[in-house]
């Protein structure tokens, strides 16, 4: 199973700019899709964004949708996450998530998290 760990969360002012990363440990990590979700305090998890195996297949919500980009370098085992223009709604635990088949929107359908980071945008 890949294990995943994501960095790169903190505090950042609205419209400031951060970029999530997500490790994995294994090799394997090339041959998995993974799913980026976020979850504030009372909120349910959501989907921001997914990507296929190879990065050419991809999928944003529409509140994060010109803002964010997701992408991923299989040779370093990382997948990122950019996050440009934030929003104080942005604020939430991001997590990252691989399954062994195609990419989906579904939390339930992933089998491997991350820790999480937390973001937290100040207005």
């Known amino acids: 199973q890949v294990q995943l760990v994501e960095s790169g969360g903190g505090l950042v002012q609205a419209g400031g700019s951060l970029r999530l990363s997500c490790a994995a440990s294994?090799?394997?990590?090339?041959?998995?899709?993974l799913g980026w979700f976020r979850q504030a305090p009372g909120k349910e998890r959501e989907c921001v964004a997914t990507l296929n195996w190879n990065g050419d297949t991809t999928y944003y919500a529409d509140s994060v949708k010109g803002r964010f980009t997701v992408s991923r370098d299989n040779a370093k085992k990382t997948a990122y996450l950019p996050m440009n223009s934030r929003k104080p709604e942005d604020t939430a635990g991001y997590y990252c998530?691989?399954?062994?088949?195609?990419?989906?929107?579904?939390?339930?359908?992933?089998?491997?998290w991350g820790q999480g980071t937390q973001v937290t945008v100040s207005s």
């Open positions: 294994e090799r394997t990590f090339s041959l998995v899709a």
């Open positions: 998530a691989s399954r062994g088949i195609g990419p989906s929107t579904r939390g339930r359908d992933y089998n491997n």
